[in-house]
């Protein structure tokens, strides 16, 4: 094999690990939930709050600003939240399903502390 070859077939196999890796990266969509520091909850894609989503695998960023708080994401196969008390980030690898999901914080979901969004298969 000569030296040119060589080298072609080594980049031609660097780019394909490349774009294997980035179609796994881009195939995880992201979303951010953010709770606190006031009373305020949401969850977004983006810049853009979430009102519908398809069926997937999601990568949901959380930000939980206020010890007073929490961020609970109730649905479909679904429970997950971060304590009372907690403050900072953490990341959930979640797999939504068709179907309504909440999210709320608990202490304060009786007085508006709440969303929710639907996925769609």
Same mark, same amino acid.
Not at 5 to 34: C, D, Q, Y
Not at 54 to 83: M, Q, R, W
């Given at each position: 094999? &000569?030296?040119?070859? $060589?080298? !072609?077939?080594?980049?031609? *196999? /660097?780019?394909? *690990?490349?774009?294997?890796? *980035?179609?796994?990266? *881009? /195939?995880?969509?992201? !979303?951010?939930? +953010?709770?606190?520091?006031? $009373?305020?909850? +949401?969850?977004?894609?983006?810049?853009?709050?979430?009102?519908?989503?398809?069926?997937?695998?999601?990568?949901?960023?959380? +930000?939980?600003?206020?010890?007073?708080?929490?961020?609970?994401?109730?649905?479909?196969?679904?429970?997950?939240?971060? &304590?009372?008390? $907690?403050?900072? +980030?953490? &990341?959930?690898?979640?797999?939504?399903?068709?179907?309504?999901?909440?999210?709320?914080?608990?202490?304060? /979901?009786? /007085?508006?502390?709440?969303?929710? $969004?639907?996925?769609?298969?």
């Amino acid at each position: 094999m &000569t030296t040119g070859r $060589f080298i !072609l077939i080594s980049v031609l *196999a /660097a780019a394909a *690990a490349l774009l294997v890796s *980035a179609s796994a990266f *881009a /195939a995880t969509p992201k !979303l951010t939930g +953010e709770v606190g520091p006031g $009373f305020s909850i +949401e969850v977004k894609q983006g810049s853009k709050d979430v009102k519908t989503l398809k069926a997937g695998t999601y990568t949901i960023k959380i +930000e939980d600003k206020a010890s007073i708080h929490n961020f609970h994401l109730i649905g479909p196969g679904v429970n997950k939240s971060t &304590t009372v008390g $907690f403050t900072g +980030e953490t &990341t959930w690898k979640v797999k939504l399903k068709k179907g309504t999901y909440t999210y709320q914080c608990d202490p304060h /979901a009786a /007085a508006g502390m709440k969303g929710k $969004f639907k996925v769609t298969g």
